[in-house]
């Protein structure tokens, strides 16, 4: 031997699918029922609902695929650019998209949270996991 303590799987405790399957399963109901997340979800839903917001959204991308080919040649006149800019700021100050980006930030916040807690916990980066996986956190 070289002198390392080799480990094997005998020597670790590895707890069973079902432990894990369910450990998640509590830490995904816990963490639906944060105040973050249920000012996401409540904040989304008046999006959805909202006919000026989605009205706004869809002049936008109406507007913006309208003008797809000119943007891609770098051909949009001055008056498209504003009109553009004009439609895309129209949608981001309705209130029910505001609401909604400062819901999602501070969802995005805990979650960031949560994940250093668990990089502590059990010395895994979670969050370079994630990133590195094309997950949420990246």
């Not at 005998?10 to 816990?30: G, H, I, P, W, Y």
């Not at 980006?101 to 979650?111: D, G, K, R, T």
């Amino acid at each position: 031997s070289n002198g390392m303590v080799e480990t094997t799987w005998s020597d670790l405790e590895v707890a069973s699918k079902s432990t894990v399957m369910e450990a998640a399963r509590q830490f995904a109901e816990e963490f639906t029922n944060t105040a973050q997340y249920q000012a996401f979800e409540q904040a989304y839903i008046q999006y959805r609902q909202d006919a000026d917001a989605q009205s706004a959204i869809r002049e936008f991308q109406q507007k913006q695929s309208s003008l797809k080919a000119l943007q891609l040649l770098n051909a949009l006149s001055e008056e498209d650019r504003t009109e553009l800019q004009r439609l895309q700021d129209r949608f981001y100050n309705q209130l029910s998209v505001v609401q909604y980006n400062q819901a999602q930030a501070e969802l995005v916040a805990i979650s960031q949270e949560i994940g250093d807690f668990l990089t502590k916990v059990i010395g895994l980066d979670f969050g370079n996991s994630c990133r590195r996986s094309g997950g949420c956190c990246g």
